[in-house]
């Protein structure tokens, strides 16, 4: 679907390897397509005889065909821990969206006044001073945080105002060229209060 969701991750790590990709906003035909998924759910790739199902195998597997897995064991490593935490962003951003009405209020100042900033205090500790990127070089871990502030963005504006190094990690990774096209489609987001 045409939402910033599941599949703005490995797009973005696609886009960010230089590797040409159709996104099929639509969804296609999706009763003819879902009994060719393996689970019967989206996001779902195919890269010629290859078929990926689950969103975070398809970030991974784009991440190999772009060569941004991170090219030493510590990188790939700090890159997998920080896929991982955009994963916690997206499931808590989810907990919160579909949280029942009487406690939805509750469920979002939960997400964004306390969760959200003891993650950034973390995630800010382990950005290195005078680094571009998490690690030695861009990987998939640096577009999965993006990523995840991205999403959160949506929802509040100022989650980076008090992380200034986390900010200025954002603002480099939207500012990268080969992303430009994505961001360019005006992709809707799926989150919201």
Known sequence: WGIKAR?????????????????????????????????????????GSIRVS????????????????????????????LIEEQNDFYNKLAGAMYAPEATKAEAWAKFLDEWVP?????????LPEGQDWFGSRLTAGDLAIFNAFNLTLDIKGDILDHSPKLKAHYERVRALPQLQAYFDMGVQPYFHK
């Open 7 to 47: 599949a703005q991750l490995p797009i973005l790590i696609l886009a960010a390897g230089g590797i040409e990709y159709e996104w099929d906003q639509s969804g296609g035909n999706w009763p003819e397509l879902k009994p060719q998924t393996h689970f019967g759910q989206l996001p779902y790739m195919e890269h």
């Open 54 to 81: 689950q969103s975070m195998a398809i970030a991974r597997y784009c991440a190999r065909l772009a060569g941004l897995e991170g090219g030493s064991d510590s990188d790939f490593a700090l890159s997998e821990m």
């Open 118 to 126: 003891a993650q950034l205090a973390s995630l800010e500790k382990m």
